[in-house]
Every structure is written in structure tokens, then in C-alpha cells.
């Protein structure tokens, strides 16, 4: 794929900070492993840049871009359009030039969740999904729930206020996050969508004995890769997901519609993102 007049693909990922950022990691492995001629760069934009810094994306023929934080919601009043996933979780992660020097705002994370769990086993609609959370992720979790027809979803926050917020646009019941271990009861997923088990913040405090053995555990989390939820829930024989797949998964529309080739998420790029993790990048 080239851009008019010939020039290679450019995309990359805006943030602040945006050092952390796994990103280039992930689309540079897939440039050089599909042969694709193209760049993928990180680019420092503070808060009181990001206007401009949307400008010369338009004027200086960029592919598009990713989004990270503190510009996910922002960025949706600076472009020109937004898919529908965008619109609904009232995010955007992905934006893609089309036209003459036009903006689309996408939202790739409630696909790339779905599709992570999707790696592992069946999504059990028939049975309640418990999502702790209340914040950004959780929001584009909710939207992917509902889109794949889960037909009782329980969402519980610590601000009980920001999950009621979300069941304002989302079909789903608030419950207090006293009574998490409760909610358990009969579920077929429980993720964990709160920045608890990260490295720096406190772990996720829950007791598992209700949730049923055949349940999936996730955790968006992916520093560290094995959260304590994940372990508990290893040992008692649940299956678990960590959040390394929704990163790479989110990352493949990116990547399709920058550079004309639809990347896979193999063993080899997990290998490949994973060696960054443990190594501090």
C-alpha cells in the first residue's frame, strides 16, 4: 500500500506520556514480518498540543494514528467522522486519513477484546458476565458484551456513581462493590477492568469460592502478565486470559487499514511483545 504520490505508509500513537507505549512494538514487528514498506512512530503530544498535533497529521499525509491516554475522549470533537463502536463507548483508540486530508476516529478495543477471548474458547453468552470497573476499558468491554449478545451482564465499581453512568447507556445491573464476591453466583466470565493488580496499585481483593470452576477469568491488566486474580483462579482450575490479548488484538484493524494487509496475532509476536514486558520497556 502507498500513499498518494508514492509515499510509504506513516502511522504511529499519540499520548502523554507515551514512552510506555507497546505499540510500535506490535506494528513494527508486523511491518517487518509482512515485508511492508512503512513507519510506525511514537509521538510525544501533551494536552494543549493535541489539536495541532491532529492538524499536521492531516496536512502531512499520516496513515492515521493511535490514541492513547490522556486523548481517547478528547480526540472525538477533532476529527472529521466516527464509526459506530466509537459513537457507542464514547472513545477513540484508532484514527484512519481517508479522502483529502480527512479524520475517522475508530474504537478497535471492544473488537480486540472480544477476539481474545474468542483465542481461548466460546464467549458463554448464556451465562451472566461479571465486570468489575467503571472506567474507559470497562466501557468498551460493555459495548462488546452487548454486541456479542451476553444476556445478563453485572458491572460493580468502587464509585458506584461511574457504573451507574454506564448502565444509563449500557443494558447491564449495578451492584455494590461490598458485594462483589456475591455477584459471582452462576457467571460464566468475570473480567477485571480496574487498574487493581497492576504493578504500583493494591490488588484486586476478591474472593472466588462462588464463581462456578467452568467460568473464564480475564484481566486487562498486563503488568504484571500474571496478576493474583489470575493465579487464584488458575489454581482452582478456572481458565484465564491475561490482558496481553487485547492489546495485540486491538492493534490488527490499526494495521489493516494503515497498511493494506490484515496481521495475525501469532505465538511469535506475543513472544515478541512479551520479551518488552518482562524487560521493562
Not at 467522522?81 to 457507542?88: G, I, W
Amino acid at each position: 500500500m502507498t500513499l498518494t504520490g508514492g509515499m510509504a505508509p506513516r502511522a504511529g500513537v499519540i499520548g502523554w506520556p507515551v514512552a510506555h507505549s507497546l505499540s510500535p512494538r506490535i506494528h513494527r514487528f508486523w511491518l517487518a514480518e509482512y515485508g511492508v514498506v512503512g513507519r510506525y512512530e511514537a509521538v510525544v503530544v501533551p494536552p494543549d498540543w493535541l489539536e495541532g498535533a491532529v492538524e499536521g497529521f492531516r496536512v502531512g499525509g499520516w496513515a492515521g494514528f493511535n490514541v492513547t491516554v490522556p486523548h481517547k475522549e478528547r480526540i472525538l470533537a477533532l476529527v472529521d467522522s466516527l464509526d459506530a463502536t466509537a459513537r457507542d463507548i464514547g472513545a477513540v483508540n484508532t484514527v484512519v486519513a481517508f479522502g483529502a486530508g480527512k479524520l475517522e476516529g475508530r474504537n478497535s478495543d471492544a473488537p480486540g477484546f472480544l477476539a481474545s477471548l474468542r483465542a481461548r474458547r466460546a464467549i458463554p453468552i448464556d451465562r451472566p458476565a461479571v465486570l468489575l470497573g467503571a472506567g474507559g476499558a470497562a466501557r468498551a468491554i460493555l459495548a462488546a458484551l452487548n454486541n456479542a449478545g451476553v444476556r445478563e451482564i453485572r458491572i460493580v465499581n468502587r464509585n458506584r456513581g461511574r457504573a451507574e453512568a454506564l448502565a444509563a447507556h449500557f443494558p447491564c445491573t449495578v451492584g455494590d462493590w461490598d458485594d462483589r464476591t456475591w455477584l459471582l453466583d452462576g457467571a460464566g466470565l468475570l473480567i477485571n477492568a480496574t487498574s487493581l493488580g497492576m504493578v504500583g496499585e493494591p490488588p484486586l481483593d476478591i474472593d472466588l469460592a462462588r464463581l462456578p470452576r467452568a467460568a473464564t477469568v480475564t484481566d486487562i491488566v498486563y503488568r504484571p502478565l500474571e496478576t493474583r486474580l489470575l493465579t487464584d483462579a488458575r489454581r482452582r482450575g478456572n481458565d484465564v486470559v491475561d490482558g496481553l490479548g487485547m492489546l495485540l488484538h486491538q492493534a490488527v484493524e490499526g494495521f489493516r487499514a494503515w497498511f493494506g494487509v490484515t496481521p495475525l496475532v501469532t505465538p511469535a509476536l506475543r513472544a515478541h511483545v512479551l520479551a518488552a514486558i518482562q524487560h521493562g520497556a
